[in-house]
């Protein structure tokens, strides 16, 4: 898809259509395991893009029926909270439990694998779309996200403000703000502020005219990559120790802080993640690199608690764009 500095979903679908039979084959093969051998068939059936989750949804059923075995529906975004605890020792509840990837930034409560509640998500964009489009603004290639990572490396993270949200309850009864901070995200208005900057229009509405940009250098892009990064990065820390502050003043303080998604492979992200466990007393779970982007591991052990639990679906188990986890 870097042609098209994006998944194209038309293309996405196909090249699945093309390539699942072989890839399931593949991985029997390498496991060294027959149909027989198989219990259940776990299928990520939402959230995403439809089409590819029609052929992976068709494929999982029909395999299932073929073998008169059972067929389990997983949300890919539940998924993600349990791509920690692969390769890892037994987790403590309560937890909190974080999504960061290129279409989801989720926060949840968790009392086990199989039991969360919503307690924030992005407004806008997710904080991997905005990696990737500040990438894309500053010609750094696709994919956009490990390459800021990368670039932020060799840039200054203060040599750009960025607006802070301060996002704010909107009170059901008076039509009015609340005072009290949500612990939802949004990263728009910094991909703004950040397609000003490297345009040269002033960020403040009162100033009559753009000036002229500062000329793109290399050490300026990786100035602005590095400050973008480290602006994102905070966000999310800040509105994690909100929610630890608020869970704190109802007596349920999470021992655990289970992290996934595509962006947790950001080095930046893992060191701010593990230094805010360290200060709070948190085991903090961050996944195996191989573990971070969408993975067929993470279906298949979420999938393991439900079939224990004998939380089976049927052949009229259908694929969903959209997750079923509260707002998401």
């Not at 395991?33 to 990520?44: E, N, Y």
């Not at 670039?151 to 009015?176: H, I, K, N, V």
């Not at 612990?183 to 229009?201: C, E, N, Q």
């Not at 300026?220 to 590095?226: F, K, Y």
């Amino acid at each position: 898809h870097a042609r098209y500095a994006g998944v194209v979903p038309e293309l996405a679908s196909r090249a699945h259509l093309e390539r699942i039979v072989p890839v399931v084959r593949e991985a029997l093969r390498n496991a060294d395991l027959q149909g027989r051998h198989v219990s259940a068939v776990a299928v990520g059936n939402r959230p995403g893009l439809i089409g590819s989750l029609l052929v992976g949804n068709a494929a999982a059923k029909a395999y299932a029926w073929s073998l008169g075995i059972p067929v389990i529906g997983i949300d890919h975004i539940a998924a993600h909270l349990v791509a920690g605890l692969l390769d890892a020792p037994p987790v403590r509840w309560p937890a909190l439990g974080l999504v960061a990837s290129g279409g989801h930034t989720h926060l949840f409560r968790m009392t086990g694998p199989r039991s969360m509640t919503l307690l924030g998500r992005t407004i806008d964009d997710a904080i991997g779309e905005a990696f990737d489009k500040a990438a894309t603004l500053l010609s750094l290639g696709y994919p956009g996200g490990p390459l800021l990572d990368e670039r932020s490396s060799l840039g200054d993270p203060t040599a750009m403000r960025f607006p802070t949200p301060r996002l704010t309850a909107r009170s059901a009864r008076e039509g009015g703000q609340s005072t009290e901070r949500t612990l939802d995200f949004s990263f728009s208005g910094m991909k703004t502020a950040l397609l000003y900057a490297v345009r040269g229009i002033p960020p403040v509405a009162n100033r009559p005219a753009p000036r002229p940009p500062l000329p793109l250098t290399e050490q300026r892009v990786s100035d602005l990559a590095a400050s973008f990064q480290s602006a994102a990065v905070n966000q999310v820390i800040d509105v994690l120790h909100r929610a630890l502050e608020r869970l704190d003043a109802q007596n349920d303080r999470p021992v655990t802080l289970l992290v996934g998604g595509g962006v947790t492979a950001n080095r930046h992200l893992r060191a701010e993640l593990t230094k805010f466990g360290t200060t709070h007393g948190i085991d903090v779970r961050l996944p195996a690199q191989k573990y971070c982007v969408d993975n067929a591991a993470m279906i298949a052990a979420l999938a393991h608690w439900r079939y224990a639990a004998r939380e089976h679906d049927n052949l009229r188990l259908a694929p969903r764009s959209h997750s079923l986890l509260g707002r998401c």
